[in-house]
């Protein structure tokens, strides 16, 4: 018997195929990456034209193009899933060997979060000052833009990056631990992946491929060592020991922690927590029950959270640093990009250039309506199985499904809103929502902005948005438009 929302077998011809133009797009990738990564001492790009005349341009930049199409062709052509779960994994792994001995690959974060992590061991509080400020030995390596910029990341993070750098004994050891504690929560999600996908009924082989052969995951989470990797692994499991034992008090309190941790990572967690709520609570939905089980939840998080600041002494100034997070202004940022485009409009009627601050403000007031009328959609549509017939078995299928749905698209709102974007930013909401689709037609919606997202950035982490700033602007501002016309007549036409 077939997975339920399974498409058809994939042939063995089609799977090898896959399995090894992808694997060659790994090894020119990690090719790309030794002759043109962020590596250490390499020249930082100020022009396009720069790449061309730096040595071995032209082929680091053809084995970077080259690679990156195989492994997103690769990856997209098995969008339906692969043919079985063991081989996605396989598949998975087996791409990710030769990018794991790579240097950075996509960014050079790294190297900020080894420079936060020595601030911390060496006395300074990477929340009041930046890594140069705090004497770095390691500063030229850090992309200049976030020199001076306090740390926007968790203290578990920084307590785990001071740990890497304690114990490395130098940059490339801090390095090579920082990229462990990346797989380590590649493995984690790995393991969390095929129980959220047979709770709600989505073929786990599918779920596995499109989280886990992503090339976004290959190349920025594992090569590129980003705490992206930590902080989802840690939401994955916390949501799966709700999925598995909710209503039981000391599951969730084990499973706050596990989300509290996530968010002492990296704040975006923050938008899983009112769903993880949803998915906590056993029986019939009453505001009594959710009250409950709710409150274990929040202890847990609350544990989680306020411990890790008092363990680092740094308290809660990790959230003051999270304004600082929108100094890059790109259009691969929907709200930046509209308030670029009114810019270039104020400009031609003489007008000064403010459209960008304020069209940020404007999209977060839009995201935090948009959570509070996702969470009020999931716990409408749960309240109204209360007196359903089989209402128990009715719940237990619908809490988890409903509960991820509104957690991945409350993601992907943040995702899409917020002040920046990073290509490995898509990450987070396609691991949710790739265990909650279970229609394989309506994962091209974001499977497809990931493929797009691949192809965005150079192997020492320059961003091609920074050249293509106007027109790119004015693309993402008329797409913006068609998206919302299109969803207002389809409104209409219900």
């Known amino acids: 018997m077939s997975e339920p929302g ?22 020119l990738l990690t090719v790309a990456g030794w002759w043109g990564g962020a590596l250490p001492d390499a020249p930082l790009v100020t022009r396009l034209a720069d790449v061309w005349r730096a040595p071995h341009g032209p082929g680091v930049l053809g084995c970077w193009l080259v690679g990156t199409l195989l492994l997103v062709g690769a990856w997209w052509s098995l969008r339906w899933g692969a043919p079985s779960t063991r081989w996605a994994y396989l598949t998975a792994g087996l791409w990710s060997l030769p990018l794991l001995c790579a240097p950075p690959l996509g960014s050079r974060d790294v190297y900020s979060y080894v420079c936060q992590g020595w601030s911390w061991t060496h006395g300074a509080d990477p929340y009041r000052v930046g890594v140069a400020a705090a004497g770095c030995p390691w500063t030229d390596a850090v992309s200049p833009i976030w020199r001076d910029t306090p740390a926007p990341y968790g203290p578990f993070f920084v307590l785990l990056a001071g740990l890497a750098v304690l114990a490395g004994g130098g940059l490339v050891g801090a390095l090579v631990l920082l990229r462990v504690v990346a797989v380590a929560g590649l493995l984690l999600a790995a393991l969390c992946l095929p129980g959220l996908a047979r709770a709600v009924g989505v073929p786990t082989r599918r779920a596995a491929w499109l989280v886990l052969a992503c090339p976004l995951v290959g190349v920025h989470l594992a ?7 930590i902080g989802l692994g840690l939401v994955l499991f916390g949501l799966l020991v709700l999925v598995r034992k909710p209503g039981m008090p000391r599951a969730l309190v084990v499973a706050g922690v596990l989300l509290g941790l996530a968010v002492a990572v990296k704040a975006v967690a923050v938008v899983v927590l009112p769903f993880a709520a949803l998915a906590a609570v056993l029986g019939r939905y009453t505001w009594r029950a959710l009250l409950r089980d709710t409150g274990w ?23 003051a640093g999270l304004a600082r997070s929108g100094d890059s202004e790109q259009w691969t940022s929907p709200p930046t990009a509209v308030g670029f485009v ?3 409009a104020g400009a031609l009627a003489g007008r000064e250039p403010h459209a960008v601050p304020v069209a940020r403000l404007v999209a977060l007031v839009l995201l935090a309506a948009l959570v509070v009328g996702l969470w009020w959609w999931a716990w409408t549509a749960l309240r109204r199985l209360n007196d359903a017939r089989q209402r128990v078995v009715r719940l237990a299928a619908a809490r988890p499904r409903v509960a991820l749905t509104g957690a991945g698209l409350a993601l992907a709102a943040t995702v899409l809103l917020a002040p920046v974007f990073h290509p490995w930013y898509a990450v987070w909401p396609l691991a949710l929502l790739a265990v909650a689709t279970r229609s394989p037609a309506r994962t ?13 950035v150079l192997p020492d982490g320059t961003n091609l948005a920074r050249f293509t700033k106007a027109p790119g602007a004015i693309l993402m501002t008329a797409l913006l438009v068609v998206l919302v016309a299109w969803a207002i007549r389809a409104r209409r036409a219900h």
């Open 342 to 344: 009114v810019d270039y």
């Open 444 to 456: 091209v919606w974001f499977v497809a902005p990931c493929a797009v997202a691949a192809l965005l």
């Open 6 to 27: 399974a498409v058809g077998p994939v042939r063995p011809v089609a799977a090898a195929l896959a399995r090894y133009a992808g694997l060659l797009g790994a090894v």
């Open 223 to 229: 090569a590129g060592a980003h705490n992206d990797a």
């Open 297 to 319: 939840l929040a202890g847990g998080v609350l544990a989680a959270v306020l411990g890790c600041s008092l363990v680092t002494g740094l308290g809660l100034g990790w959230v």
